[in-house]
């Protein structure tokens, strides 16, 4: 069981879009549609903002959007705003009661 | 309102045991699974582990299988995770979290317990 692959970072201007991919397998992204995405600011427990690869929910705004093709999922912020710069992280079912994790992207905005 | 509430910080020396805690309030406890996650410095988060409270069955990443113990106190609605001996690399952050049945998503979390392993 690795960890899903997330790229280290990523940025976007105010008002643009930006798009995060987690990459993983047959056994956990590409097996199961129990995607979920975490945002984490410094300091703070994780939050959830998108659930079974493109669910928002309830009071998490819908310029998060996820997606997902093959072992591939992934994560769009749309019209980037200050508060949107944190942490996140994908995350998978895996089967047999495990979950795995990304190794989280940083989200700079510029 | 559903709360896990985790036990305070703690500093211990290599080869020194541990046993923090994660008290479960406004749900019934036994019903949810309770799992743990790691979170190194400056790293991300990794799946420990998960346990049945009702029962104790017991699921380890095998990243972790062997490295910890995740226990569970159905009468005190409290879930433990514990090290025999620890390094210096399980100095991290702890959360512990409350997957959704059936959608393995988390929508509770613990506020974290902050583990610093020193000579």
């Known amino acids: 069981q690795s960890a899903l692959t997330q790229a280290p970072s990523a940025s976007g201007s105010p008002g643009q879009s930006v798009t995060i991919s987690c990459t993983g397998s047959?056994?956990?992204?590409?097996?199961?549609?129990?995607v979920s995405w975490y945002q984490q600011h410094p300091g703070k427990a994780p939050k959830l903002i998108i659930y079974?690869?493109?669910k928002r929910p309830s009071g998490v705004p819908d310029r998060f959007s996820g997606s997902k093709s093959g072992n591939t999922a992934s994560l769009t912020v749309s019209g980037l705003q200050a508060e949107d710069e944190a942490d996140y992280s994908c995350s998978s079912y895996a089967g047999s009661n495990n979950l795995v994790f990304g190794g989280g992207t940083k989200l700079t905005v510029l | 309102e559903v709360q896990l509430v985790q036990s305070g910080a703690e500093v211990k020396k290599p080869g020194e045991s541990l046993k923090i805690s994660c008290k479960g309030s406004g749900y019934s406890f036994t019903t949810y699974w309770i799992g743990w996650v790691r979170q190194m410095p400056g790293k991300g988060l990794e799946w420990m582990g998960i346990?049945?409270?009702?029962?104790?069955?017991?699921r380890y990443s095998p990243s972790f299988e062997g490295q910890v113990t995740i226990t569970a106190d159905k009468s005190i609605s409290t879930a433990y995770l514990q090290w025999n001996s620890l390094k210096d690399s399980d100095t991290a952050m702890y959360y512990c979290?409350?997957?959704?049945?059936?959608?393995?998503?988390?929508?509770?979390w613990g506020q974290g317990t902050l583990v610093t392993v020193s000579s």
């Open positions: 079974e690869v493109t």
């Open positions: 346990i049945s409270p009702g029962d104790s069955d017991t």
């Open positions: 047959s056994s956990d992204v590409g097996g199961y549609n129990y």
């Open positions: 979290a409350r997957p959704r049945p059936g959608q393995w998503l988390i929508d509770y």
